[in-house]
């Protein structure tokens, strides 16, 4: 599919368990973002990558770590998953920056 | 440290008439301002942009003006249609360590037929 894709687009874990989220795009952008979305907070960005092995910490990158080993791929792993990190999750691209990011769907993750 | 600013968290208009919303920003190194527009269950879309060079900037039934000595942007949609019934995100950046985007907490607007 074109465009950019997350998987899974719901996700329910346990306290401690670790998670990776999986964003896909098929544009060749050369940014990658990933925001989470809680109610009163809107959209917080969680860490980014300007090009392929370059990443570097958002506004709440605590509990997350990324990488980024292909152009197309941003995956972002949550180490040992609290309930503060129940949220839904956006990944984003763009070709020129900061400005003009396309979002996928999103992933609504719970932890219990 | 709430930088950018969406005091009305809802709004409702009838349907052919004007949805203003508003949003303020205090950071003065802003200088590029974007509106995303998001649906239940999708991701923001991009919606309209200004620069801090202009005051105004058109795309059909969407107008943004930006008032910089007062900090403050609106999004004019004229005329409101229910299909533009969504939450509406303000998002604002600048030079120097402003270059990333930072957004407000978003206001739903509910376009009554």
């Known amino acids: 599919d074109a465009g950019i894709t997350q998987s899974p687009r719901y996700k329910i874990t346990e306290t401690g368990r670790q998670v990776t989220l999986m964003c896909h795009q098929t544009w060749s952008h050369s940014y990658m973002f990933w925001y989470r979305q809680d109610l009163g907070h809107g959209l917080r960005l969680i860490y980014y990558s300007a090009a392929a092995d370059i990443t570097d910490k958002g506004e709440v990158p605590d509990g997350y770590v990324v990488s980024r080993s292909k152009t197309e791929n941003f995956p972002l792993t949550l180490e040992s998953a609290t309930r503060s990190q129940t949220s839904v999750y956006f990944c984003a691209s763009s070709d020129e920056g900061w400005d003009e990011q396309y979002f996928g769907p999103g992933t609504r993750l719970t932890v219990t | 440290d709430q930088q950018v600013k969406q005091n009305s968290p809802s709004l409702s208009v009838q349907e052919g008439r004007i949805s203003i919303l508003n949003c303020d920003y205090t950071n003065s190194m802003f200088d590029y301002f974007l509106w995303y527009k998001k649906y239940p269950a999708e991701g923001p879309t991009f919606l309209i942009s200004?620069?801090?060079?202009?005051d105004k900037n058109e795309d059909g039934r969407f107008t943004v003006f930006l008032n910089k000595s007062a900090k403050h942007l609106s999004l004019h949609i004229v005329p409101s249609q229910p299909g533009d019934s969504a939450v509406y995100f303000c998002a604002a950046m600048g030079g120097g360590s402003n270059y990333k985007l930072t957004f407000g907490k978003g206001t739903l607007l509910t376009v009554n037929p």
């Open positions: 200004i620069s801090s060079i202009k």
